[in-house]
């Protein structure tokens, strides 16, 4: 039932990747997709750090009292636990529980308990997520998540996702609450940890749950920074069973979990708060209205790169835009810029980017190309890599922090990038890029904007009339 975290050698080759804000990011990795990293520190939706005041900095970095108390989002489907896993880390009956019938609540609500002698709010989504399995009607869990967003905003933000997912067995459908929560509501900026409950009948013990689960978890793309194995029986109903000791191991290692990833790393305001909830609320909309089954069509990232070349154009032919496909799923990348050319402002979608990448060296030329490159294509709205090399991954994570800037860290080895370096960045891609709905037509608008465009361009292409 302890969460654990998946260990790799620092020393192995390829790449490597931080995020900043973690002063312990050299001591406790994690390796997906053959890529060493560490949990993300940024919150999301915040608003009091003020990264030019100098009130809110201490010796130039981010003071915490800025971020009084850590707010922890917990989610799931209706009857998984929820309710009980509030319960059990406040030490007593805080949240309704609820026999998982339909429709039974439609509000968010939020719980302030007390953890090694510090407040946490627990914000429970109830009447939110059943949205995404039809158990509320859609318009009405939009609107819980509008006010859910803006409760949190004046709270100060997201600093944890907590996904209660009901042991023993692993559904596909679980998927999609991952990435409405993960991907829509929180662009991925946030880090999430799952805590697996009902494991109380597992034989040798609940942690062995993981090795399992995690792999049909991985299965359909749901990772997670850390996790905890436990159950939600009343401490109070097995006190003297079998059960007793097991239900207090659970309440330890899921407070545990909690303080061990819910970091109050200051990060700015967003430069349009606004403007991210209504990209959350448009993603979650249309995940609403399209059905699981026919998210993401094409992502598009858009890519500056400066003194660290990441693409040569002998190899992708055009530079401006670049069609690709990672892991069976289509990419378009499109090209900011180089050392070679001024800047150009890609030319992107209503619906913003999937992923911003910028690759250089930590030199003061660079994080002005990266200030411009971030506010131009509103880097609050979607995730953030920056690629660099060893010796300036840690001025780069230290200068993001001073920026506020929540923003995932890479490094790659200094000679050309070998397969694996590769194939590591071409995970690394496929996992941060959001993950959204098409958009829908009605009948024959595809046919109205064909003509149209042909219009267009028979006027601004001058002909030679016989």
Same mark, same amino acid.
């Given at each position: 039932?302890? +969460?654990t975290?998946r260990?790799s050698? &620092?020393s192995?080759?390829?790449l490597?990747?931080?995020?900043?804000g973690?002063?312990?990011r050299?001591?406790?990795t994690?390796r997906l +997709?053959?890529i060493t990293r560490?949990?993300p520190q940024?919150t999301?939706?915040?608003?009091d750090?003020?990264?030019d $005041?100098p009130a809110?900095?201490?010796?130039g970095?981010?003071?915490l009292?800025a971020t009084?108390?850590? $707010?922890?989002v917990?989610?799931?489907d209706?009857?998984?636990?929820k309710?009980?896993?509030?319960n059990m /880390?406040?030490?007593?009956?805080t949240? !309704?529980t609820?026999n998982g019938?339909?429709?039974?609540?439609?509000?968010?609500?939020q719980y302030t308990?007390?953890? &090694?002698?510090?407040k946490v709010n627990?914000? *429970?989504t109830?009447?939110?997520?059943?949205g995404?399995?039809?158990r509320?009607p859609?318009e009405?869990a939009?609107?819980?998540?509008?006010?859910? /967003?803006r409760e949190?905003?004046?709270? &100060?933000g997201?600093h944890?996702l907590v996904?209660c997912?009901?042991?023993p067995?692993?559904?596909?459908?679980?998927?999609? &609450?991952?990435?409405?929560?993960y991907?829509a509501? #929180?662009r991925?900026?946030v880090?999430?940890?799952a805590?697996?409950t009902?494991l109380?009948?597992e034989?040798?013990s609940?942690?062995?749950w993981?090795?399992?689960g995690?792999?049909?978890?991985a299965k359909?793309?749901?990772r997670?920074e850390? +996790?905890?194995?436990?159950?939600?029986?009343?401490?109070q109903?097995?006190?003297?069973s079998?059960?007793e000791?097991?239900?207090?191991?659970s309440?330890?290692s899921v407070q545990?979990?909690?303080?061990?990833n #819910? +970091?109050?790393?200051?990060?700015?305001?967003?430069s349009d708060?606004?403007a991210l909830?209504?990209?959350?609320?448009?993603d979650f909309?249309?995940?609403?209205k399209s059905g699981? !089954?026919?998210v993401?069509p =094409?992502?598009?990232?858009?890519?500056?790169?400066?003194d660290i070349?990441?693409?040569?154009?002998?190899?992708?032919g055009d530079?401006r835009?670049?069609?690709?496909?990672i892991?069976g799923?289509?990419?378009?990348f499109q090209h900011?810029?180089?050392?070679?050319?001024?800047y150009?402002t890609?030319?992107?979608s209503?619906g913003?980017?999937?992923l911003l990448?910028?690759a250089?060296?930590m030199?003061?030329?660079n994080? !002005?190309?990266f200030?411009?490159?971030y506010?131009?294509c509103?880097g *609050?709205?979607c995730?953030f890599l920056?690629?660099?090399d060893?010796h300036s991954?840690?001025?780069w994570?230290?200068?993001l *922090?001073?920026?506020? =800037?929540?923003?995932?860290?890479?490094?790659?080895?200094?000679?050309?990038?070998?397969?694996?370096?590769?194939t590591d960045l071409?995970?690394l891609i496929?996992?941060l890029?959001l993950v959204?709905?098409p958009?829908?037509?009605?009948k024959?608008?595809?046919l109205?904007?064909?003509?149209r465009k042909k !219009?267009?361009?028979?006027d601004?292409?001058?002909?030679?009339h *016989?």
């Open positions: 039932m302890e +969460h975290r260990r050698d &620092n192995t080759k390829g490597s990747v931080i995020f900043p973690d002063s312990t050299r001591s406790s994690d +997709h053959g560490l949990q940024p999301i939706f915040g608003m750090f003020e990264p $005041n809110s900095t201490k010796g970095k981010p003071d009292e009084k108390v850590r $707010n922890v917990i989610f799931g209706s009857g998984v636990g309710s009980s896993l509030i /880390l406040a030490g007593r009956k949240a !309704e609820s019938a339909i429709g039974c609540t439609f509000q968010s609500c308990i007390t953890i &090694n002698g510090e627990i914000w *429970d109830a009447g939110l997520d059943e995404t399995r039809g509320v859609p009405i939009e609107k819980n998540l509008s006010k859910l /967003l949190l905003r004046s709270a &100060n997201i944890l996904y997912i009901r042991g067995s692993v559904r596909k459908s679980l998927a999609r &609450n991952y990435t409405i929560f991907s509501i #929180c991925k900026k880090p999430i940890v805590v697996v009902g109380e009948n034989p040798t609940m942690e062995a993981w090795a399992k995690e792999k049909e978890l359909y793309k749901m997670f850390a +996790h905890a194995c436990v159950t939600t029986i009343d401490m109903k097995v006190a003297g079998v059960f000791k097991r239900s207090i191991e309440q330890q545990k979990l909690i303080m061990d #819910c +970091h109050r790393a200051a990060t700015r305001p967003p708060t606004n909830i209504k990209a959350a609320l448009i909309r249309s995940m609403m699981w !089954e026919n993401q =094409v992502s598009t990232v858009v890519f500056y790169q400066t070349p990441l693409f040569q154009s002998g190899v992708w530079l835009r670049v069609n690709s496909q892991n799923r289509s990419f378009v900011a810029g180089d050392l070679s050319s001024s150009i890609p030319r992107i209503k913003g980017a999937d990448i910028f250089g060296t030199t003061n030329p994080v !002005e190309r200030r411009s490159f506010d131009s509103n *609050d709205l995730p920056v690629i660099t060893d991954v840690d001025a994570a230290g200068r *922090d001073a920026l506020g =800037v929540g923003a995932l860290v890479a490094s790659i080895p200094s000679s050309p990038m070998d397969g694996q370096t590769q071409s995970g496929d996992e890029c959204r709905a958009a829908k037509y009605r024959g608008s595809i109205r904007i064909f003509r !219009e267009q361009a028979g601004e292409i001058p002909g030679n *016989d």
